[in-house]
């Protein structure tokens, strides 16, 4: 039976979307229908393969619905990215990575990443373009990837509560590294050799950043110890003033 409703998220307009109520339950559940016949349609036949009215009928939504939700391809794709980064962020926590420094489980855990977007390469091909014609309207969509992937960096780095400015920077030049490298590998320019190679070195950078905070908890550390020391020097001089 084909399913009409109204969604929460009813405009295609970032700053309403953003705004609208949450979904209830039984708009989740069909959400993930949606975006689980797209994953499918984008499997067998790549970014083309995926037509609104065929994703309509393979998830039994109505037509009007399934804008309602996603008013375009590219916002269902996008959508689709994110849900799979999802899934790949649930595998990962039951199986971390085991490097012996940050950048080392970071580029471990893109790397497995990777091997899981490989597997299914029109899947990626077609997000992955998604992503490259993404315009404004699709903002709140591609934020939501960006903030998956930032979720998924930042628990290979140990789950990093509060990490500093330049530790987020970090973590964004290794997100468009690895968004960079699986684009061109799609497109043939590039060998999974090379891709590992990129990896790898921009997750060093995860280590510097790592480094430098440490050193500078240290210094505060340092700091915050001198003063006390000051302080404490400070009372017994007075009082030792005070003494007739």
Not at 72 to 91: F, I, P
Not at 163 to 171: G, I, K, R
Not at 206 to 235: K, N, S, Y
Request: proline residues 5%; neutral net charge; glycine residues 6%.
């Amino acid at each position: 039976m084909i399913e009409v409703d109204r969604p929460a998220v009813e405009s295609s307009g970032p700053a309403h979307r953003s705004s609208a109520p949450p979904l209830t339950e039984r708009q989740r559940e069909r959400r993930r229908r949606i975006l689980r016949a797209t994953a499918r349609l984008a499997c067998r036949g790549g970014f083309e393969a995926v037509q609104m009215r065929e994703v309509a009928e393979s998830s039994q939504v109505a037509l009007g619905t399934l804008y309602r939700y996603f008013p375009s391809k590219v916002h269902l794709l996008v959508a689709t990215m994110q849900d799979q980064l999802e899934r790949l962020h649930g595998t990962l926590r039951k199986s971390p990575p085991t490097g012996e420094t940050a950048g080392d489980r970071v580029a471990q855990t893109l790397m497995r990443a990777f091997g899981a977007l490989q597997r299914e390469p029109r899947l990626a091909e077609a997000m992955a373009r998604a992503l490259t014609f993404a315009d404004r309207s699709v903002s709140p969509e591609v934020d939501q990837v960006s903030r998956q992937t930032t979720a998924i960096v930042l628990d290979a780095m140990g789950g990093l509560e509060n990490p500093t400015p330049e530790q987020l920077s970090a973590v964004r030049v290794v997100e468009h590294t690895w968004l960079s490298t699986l684009i061109t590998w799609l497109a043939g320019r590039t060998s999974l050799a090379q891709v590992r190679v990129d990896i790898e070195t921009v997750c060093r950078l995860i280590d510097l950043t790592e480094a430098e905070a440490e050193a500078g908890t240290a210094e505060a550390g340092t700091a915050e110890a001198g003063t006390a020391r000051a302080g404490t020097a400070q009372v017994g001089t007075a009082q030792a003033a005070e003494t007739p």
